[in-house]
């Protein structure tokens, strides 16, 4: 990294395993998300850090990520935070080799890395947005929750105008504590999930659940027991947060649709395959399987394209 306060940019250096390309066909994926924006070959983002609003620019070239921020370096702190961020945000501590050993012995794996090499999670590193997303996901298309996390964001979150682009940030858990079910309906979300939603930030602003306090557990069952406690948090929601914001390379959303078709395709069957029959093929994945199931979920794009 380069922090040289005289200049506004950062350099990271990410692991060999790692395509900037393939992760931004995760990123853009829906012309309704509002969190990112990418604009050529750029991933611009907007972060809140302390009480200031950072916008940076991020691009990759020669092995390098090179980090601007077109509204002037902001100070050290600031830009170890942003650094600390992108490298949560793509999984950087994640050692693909193993992965790719496993997955090279596997039939279902094999030609998928192959083809996505060097894509790697794109993760949710706040908590209260992995766990209210994949609320929102619940029992709706893909197209659908995007419309609500739309408008949720746009409705409660902070923006920054520059250059006639709008970047908007999450709402907090805080701002969200304070709100309504009607809110919520407004937006057209169900009742069920409005309470959901509501009520997962009422137990962070309580810090009855907190980021640090799932992580501490450590052990995934555990963490998994702790999360599916929480109205409104089912095994696949937990595991889909595991997976996103909790970094455990175990999780494994194995009731997932998408993930069912993926394997259909890839395995040429007639029909999906059982959940007995995705146990027994991801005892082959053990330790990887949060990165199966995303470079599975990867090759459904290819079929729509």
Known sequence: MNWNDHISYIEIFPPKEFNFEE???????SSHEVLHQIQGDFLFKLLKVQTELVLFKMGFTDGIIRVEFPLGAPDTTIRREVEAYIWEWFDFEADLKIFYKVASQDKVLQQLVDNYYGLRIMCIPDLFEALTWAIMGQQINLTFAYTL???????????LTVDGHTYWL?????RIATIGIEDLRKLQFIGRKAEYVIGVAK?????TLTKEGLSQKQDYQQMKKSLVAIRGIGAWTADY????????PSA????????????KSQLGLEHKPTI?????????????????????????YDETT
């Open 23 to 29: 992760c931004l066909v995760f990123l853009g994926r």
């Open 149 to 159: 996390k739309k408008r949720f964001v746009e409705h409660f979150g902070e923006n």
């Open 170 to 174: 999450y709402p907090t858990y805080e």
């Open 252 to 263: 494994f959303p194995i009731t997932d649709v998408g993930l069912h078709n993926a394997l």
């Open 203 to 207: 137990e962070m602003e309580n810090r």
């Open 241 to 248: 947060v595991l997976m996103k914001c909790l970094h455990h």
């Open 276 to 300: 007995e029959e995705i146990t027994e093929m991801a005892t082959y994945w053990e330790g990887w399987q949060a990165y199966a199931t995303f470079y599975l979920w990867r090759s459904l």
